[in-house]
C-alpha cells in the first residue's frame, strides 16, 4: 500500500534526479542545457512545496490541530528554499558557474535537511493521523504534482 511518506519521498527523489542532471551541465560548461535541466527541477520543487502547503499541511493541520509544529517549520523551510532556487536559476541566466556552484551547495544540504524531517517526522505523522483520509490525499497531491 502506498503511504504519503512513501509517495512523497518518492517525489524527492524524482526532484533529486532532476537537479543532478542541471549539476552534471554546469559540470560541462553546458548552460542552455543546464538551465532547461534547472527550469524541470524548479518546477518540480514549487509543484511539491505547493502540493504540501495546499493540500497536505492543512489536512495534517485540520486533524490535529497542530498548527505551530513541524508544518510551520517546513513552511518556513519552504521559503528560503524558493528564495535559494531563485537566486540559483538567475545565476544560471547569467552564466555564472561559481556563483551557481555556491548556491547550489546551500541547496544541496538545505534540501537534504528538509528532506529528513519530512521523510523521518513529518510524512510518518501524516500517515498515522490521516488513515481515513489517505486515498483522497494520494489522489489529490498524484494529481497536483502530474500537472507541473
Same mark, same amino acid.
Given at each position: #500500500?502506498? &503511504?504519503? $511518506? =512513501?509517495?512523497? &519521498?518518492?517525489? !524527492?527523489? $524524482?526532484?533529486d534526479d532532476l537537479f543532478a542532471e542541471a549539476e552534471q551541465a554546469v559540470g560541462k560548461g =553546458?548552460?542552455?542545457l543546464a538551465r532547461a535541466a534547472f527550469g524541470h527541477f524548479h518546477s518540480a520543487m514549487l509543484a511539491?512545496?505547493? =502540493?504540501?502547503e495546499k493540500t497536505l499541511f492543512p489536512t495534517f493541520e485540520a486533524k490535529t490541530g497542530m498548527r505551530m509544529?513541524?508544518?510551520?517549520? #517546513? $513552511?518556513m523551510e519552504h521559503e528560503q528554499l524558493r528564495s535559494l532556487l531563485d537566486d540559483a536559476a538567475e545565476a544560471l541566466? #547569467?552564466?555564472n558557474a561559481e556563483d551557481y556552484l555556491g548556491l547550489a551547495d546551500t +541547496?544541496?544540504?538545505m534540501m537534504q535537511q528538509h528532506n529528513m524531517k519530512e521523510?523521518?517526522? +513529518?510524512?510518518?505523522?501524516?500517515?498515522? !493521523? +490521516?488513515t481515513a483520509e489517505l486515498p483522497a490525499i494520494l489522489e489529490r497531491l %498524484? &494529481? %497536483?504534482l502530474c500537472e507541473q
Open positions: #500500500m502506498t &503511504t504519503i $511518506r =512513501s509517495f512523497m &519521498t518518492d517525489d !524527492h527523489r $524524482r526532484c =553546458s548552460f542552455d511539491h512545496f505547493d =502540493s504540501e509544529g513541524p508544518t510551520q517549520v #517546513m $513552511r541566466k #547569467m552564466a +541547496l544541496v544540504i521523510e523521518n517526522m +513529518l510524512y510518518p505523522m501524516c500517515d498515522q !493521523h +490521516l %498524484e &494529481t %497536483e
